[in-house]
DNA sequence: AAAAAGATGCAACAATATTGCATTTTGTGT
DNA sequence: ACACAAAATGCAATATTGTTGCATCTTTTT
């Protein structure tokens, strides 16, 4: 059975032609995805509200989590296992490389704590680390 | 003298009455500040495209710097006197209270390095923590 | 196979961001 | 202080991005 098939079965969606295709994108994505990426695929023709709405549903159901950017875009990428639906642990390093531009979640690198000063009480942390990825140095 | 004005003079830039405006926001605020944060301010009462042109020349001169969100917005925050134009040194931590919304750059808390697998240069990291602030905990 | 629940498309709208150009303001040299 | 050059601003137009309501179609359930 398909990967994309499985893991909208397990998490009780409701399988369509959309799901899945956008499902596939990600799995077969090295990086990140911003919607525009998926929109401009060729391979998907829905609507913009389709899009918006299923990476919306993905990323309640924990099967996507959003990564932090300081351009105005929201990249998505596929959550690993540990994932549940409304708490995410996407706590890994996302690398953006600055020559290609692609982000990468760096799963096996985790992130360091950080004391913070009194009072301050943390619940998730991200980081980003920019620069060039293993593609493109030379 | 004001130091909106010493900050202006110091990087070469024409001091305006908007430049001075917004840069007193800045010096003000507690945390970071998004560009509608600025436009809807009642004190300023300048052209949606001059806060964007304020925003960006202040960016390259290394006056703020930009904030990572999952939000599809840009947050921007005044940078400590480390940074120099076209390189900045934010590499502090931000923190994000998913009660009052407020962004805080804690300058003393420095992000930790990490190690990245090999072929993976690192040249900047961001590092955001989300969490109840000082403020908010009861 | 029918009913219920859910997903999709369309249209309209809202918010956000960008660009070119004319006008005004600021900085510079005298 | 004045005139000129350089830079900033405002306005209009346009592009991009995100949201909502509702009718229609598809999937799931019984």
Redesign the pocket.
């Known amino acids: 059975m398909e990967q994309s098939l499985i893991i909208l079965k397990k998490n009780g969606?409701?399988?369509?032609?959309?799901?899945k295709k956008i499902l596939d994108l990600f799995l077969d994505a090295q990086g990140a995805l911003a919607?525009?990426d998926i929109e401009k695929n060729t391979s998907v023709?829905?609507?913009?509200?389709?899009v918006?709405?299923?990476l919306q549903?993905f990323t309640d159901n924990g099967i996507i989590h959003q990564i932090p950017t300081t351009d105005?875009?929201?990249l998505y990428a596929l959550c690993k296992d540990k994932c549940e639906a409304g708490h995410h642990h996407d706590e890994h390093v996302h690398f953006i490389c600055v020559d290609c531009d692609k982000t990468i979640c760096m799963d096996e690198v985790t992130v360091p704590d950080v004391k913070l000063p009194k009072g301050f009480n943390p619940i998730q942390t991200a980081m980003i680390v920019k620069g060039i990825c293993n593609d493109c140095r030379n």
């Open positions: 969606l409701s399988v369509t032609g959309g799901r919607h525009s023709s829905f609507d913009r509200v389709t918006y709405r299923t549903t105005n875009t929201i």
